[in-house]
């Protein structure tokens, strides 16, 4: 019985910045458990390479190109994948940028508005546009990846930008729950802490400031892309049946100081 409501066999799944780390983690992850999933990406190149990648482990996926900052686009793609294949129950919003490490005094209007584009506007276009046809079909589980950063201040890199786009992201989904839970649409969200991807060591300074961050994780180690995925899994899962407008931390502990 418990391990059926993690199963997603025939469910449509749709995974924004699908093509590699998090987004890949949580591709493969919905594909083992036997979702038709769709990896949606501004790259298509990215894409090719998630589905690739995907391949050699045995399990495959769809490849589509969107930008999450064009809500034009994102309608298209999300009514393009609903008649292609009558539905779409899953949608996790990883697509996400950081640009880290600027002071607020300094940040330019481009900076502010590219990061909230992408994390905050890009979120919302999505669950727009996918969840219009959950809630017609009274199902639908929508999964967005948030942060830590929306619960705390980091330290040392100064990004009051990117803090405010994932608390932001942490509110909408809460109103979004609020507002779908009586139409059989769920809406939840993964706050992660530091993951280990190619993207976290190629930030400037990161050597010196990965010894604050440990410091500051109980657990004394970064987060591995396949541990935000197993809990987006669940989430997306009948497992979570009566879970709704929750922000699940898997941060190491980090929030607990």
Not at 19 to 37: D, M, P
Not at 88 to 94: F, K, P, S
Not at 179 to 195: I, L
């Amino acid at each position: 019985m418990y391990l059926e409501k993690l199963r997603l066999d025939g469910r449509v799944a749709v995974v924004t910045g699908g093509g590699r780390a998090i987004g890949l983690a949580c591709v493969t992850a919905l594909a083992e458990a036997g979702a038709k999933v769709v990896i949606a990406d501004v790259d298509p190149a990215v894409a090719e390479s998630g589905q690739a990648e995907l391949r050699r482990s045995g399990h495959d996926a769809e490849t589509v190109q969107m930008d999450v900052t064009k809500a034009g686009q994102v309608t298209a793609v999300a009514d393009q994948l609903v008649a292609k294949h009558g539905r779409v129950e899953i949608l996790v919003n990883n697509a996400g940028i950081a640009r880290s490490g600027t002071p607020a005094e300094e940040l330019t209007d481009e900076h502010w508005l590219n990061v909230n584009d992408v994390n905050y506007n890009g979120v919302f276009w999505c669950c727009r546009a996918f969840g219009k046809h959950m809630l017609k079909a009274r199902k639908g589980a929508i999964v967005n990846i948030g942060s830590m950063s929306g619960y705390i201040v980091n330290r040392p890199q100064k990004q009051a930008y990117y803090n405010a786009s994932k608390a932001a992201v942490h509110h909408l989904t809460a109103s979004l729950a609020a507002e779908w839970a009586d139409r059989g649409v769920r809406v939840n969200a993964v706050a992660p802490t530091y993951v280990d991807t190619p993207l976290v060591h190629t930030v400037k300074g990161v050597e010196t400031m990965m010894k604050d961050w440990l410091r500051d994780t109980p657990m004394g180690r970064l987060g591995q892309p396949h541990e935000i995925a197993s809990v987006v899994h669940f989430l997306a899962s009948d497992a979570a049946s009566l879970m709704t407008g929750s922000t699940v931390l898997a941060d190491g502990g980090f929030t607990c100081w």
